[in-house]
């Protein structure tokens, strides 16, 4: 039995010429998993930003190294604090010196002294809690506060409190944020061992299609979707491999499909995976791999083809292949919807890291039509409204050439499978675009 056929078999009510998108999803994440890459390579921080972790980074100090001032004022020992002092009570103590950040101070403190120290700076020892500059009066070498403004212990950060020596920093299947790579920057470690980008090859099909600089001609439109998907691919930071343009000949389209296995780790098409007269894609693709083509319960975006390319080369290692529809806003949609999952787990990322982005709640603005059986994604714009939820616009035109409507949107509005019409003022799901494409 042949992989796509051994999933389809174990998924509960499997049907290619209807399935739903969390059947969809489900699949795609069996399929791919254990096709992630391996290979790694290690590289500098500055070159590390949205990398895939390979190893669990262990830290190799604590963070902070020690207990330091959270703010610029006074440290001193906190059971110097009365336990039930009345409300007006102040304490006094004579300043002893002042404590810097960077450098740790070693005098000799008396009873009923404390130190003045900056943000940052080391505890000295001894003393445990700091008083915020703003609560003081300064006179001389004295300093005065009111008792119960603070407790033990206050506006002290604790050595390790963000990271202890030998805990795991981040984990292996990590998608490196700026956050991450300052973590890493605050371990002392300039270099990082991450999985090798992932190599995706894209082609356009149809005679329909013209290239850039070609002269244009009746009923011809020029390619879009190379560039989208060339936008959307390097975003996500794999190593693209633009294949240009296929026309609708099964020999060129199997020279080229053999090109990209042989290339790449995952091969994404637009157009031809319907099963129109001219639309040879769909049968090169079969004659070439294990493939599985699908009517997905959703609207734009319901063909689509997903299999296995082997290489000539490397036929245990086949290539990923997602047949997207060419319809422009239906190939981003399934893209954003599928593709990108799937292509986050294949660069090695953990489940949590490969996960779709959480989805936003926001009011509808007006009603949206919409029949149960089908999960719907419509171009919306979302605005802040003060002391409610985000309100959300759905675009007047939502046909799946309608490209400018995504320029013109900042997020998709998720009808989901079972959901029906929605009325003005009800909340709905909205996939915001801001870090997608």
Not at 120 to 141: N, R
Not at 147 to 155: H, P
């Amino acid at each position: 039995m042949s992989r796509i056929a051994a999933i389809a078999a174990d998924l509960a009510d499997y049907d290619a010429g209807d399935l739903d998108v969390d059947t969809v999803a489900a699949f795609l994440a069996r399929l791919v998993a254990p096709l992630a890459v391996a290979d790694t390579e290690e590289v500098t921080l500055r070159d590390a930003l949205d990398r895939v972790l390979a190893d669990d980074l262990v830290s190799p100090v604590s963070v902070p190294p020690h207990d330091n001032s959270a703010m610029d004022g006074y440290a001193f020992d906190g059971a110097l604090l009365p336990a039930d002092a009345p409300i007006d009570h102040s304490l006094t103590l004579r300043v002893a010196g002042t404590a810097l950040a960077g450098s740790a101070w070693r005098g000799a403190l008396g009873p009923q002294e404390a130190v003045r120290i900056m943000t940052g700076a080391m505890m000295p020892a001894g003393l445990d809690t700091v008083i915020p500059q703003e609560f003081c009066k300064v006179d001389g070498d004295q300093v005065c506060f009111p008792a119960r403004v603070l407790r033990r212990g206050d506006n002290r950060r604790l050595a390790g409190e963000d990271l202890m020596q030998g805990q795991p920093a981040l984990r292996r299947g990590e998608r490196l944020s700026p956050a991450a790579l300052g973590m890493i920057a605050s371990l002392g470690l300039s270099r990082v061992t991450v999985r090798r980008r992932l190599r995706v090859a894209y082609f356009s099909t149809g005679d329909e299609i013209l290239c850039l600089g070609e002269t244009p001609r009746e009923g011809a439109v020029y390619d879009s979707n190379r560039y989208t998907l060339f936008g959307l691919l390097t975003r996500l930071g794999c190593e693209v491999v633009d294949l240009g343009l296929v026309h609708d000949d099964p020999a060129t389209l199997g020279a080229t499909m053999q090109r990209a296995a042989r290339e790449a780790d995952a091969i994404i098409t637009s157009g031809g995976v319907s099963a129109g007269a001219a639309d040879h894609t769909r049968d090169v693709m079969q004659q070439l791999g294990d493939m599985a083509f699908w009517r997905v319960a959703m609207r734009p975006g319901r063909p689509l083809a997903v299999g296995l390319i082997p290489s000539p080369d490397t036929p245990t290692t086949p290539a990923v292949l997602f047949g997207l529809p060419g319809n422009p806003v239906a190939t981003m949609v399934a893209f954003l919807a599928f593709v990108r999952p799937a292509l986050l787990r294949l660069m090695g990322c953990h489940d949590a890291a490969a996960a779709p982005p959480p989805l936003l709640r926001a009011r509808s603005a007006g009603p949206i039509r919409k029949k149960p059986g089908r999960t719907e994604y419509q171009r919306g714009f979302v605005r802040q409204v003060p002391g409610s939820l985000p309100e959300v616009l759905v675009a007047a035109h939502q046909g799946s050439g309608v490209l400018s409507s995504m320029l013109e949107a900042n997020g998709l509005v998720v009808l989901h499978h079972d959901q029906g019409h929605v009325d003005a003022g009800q909340e709905v799901d909205v996939m915001i675009f801001e870090g997608l494409i």
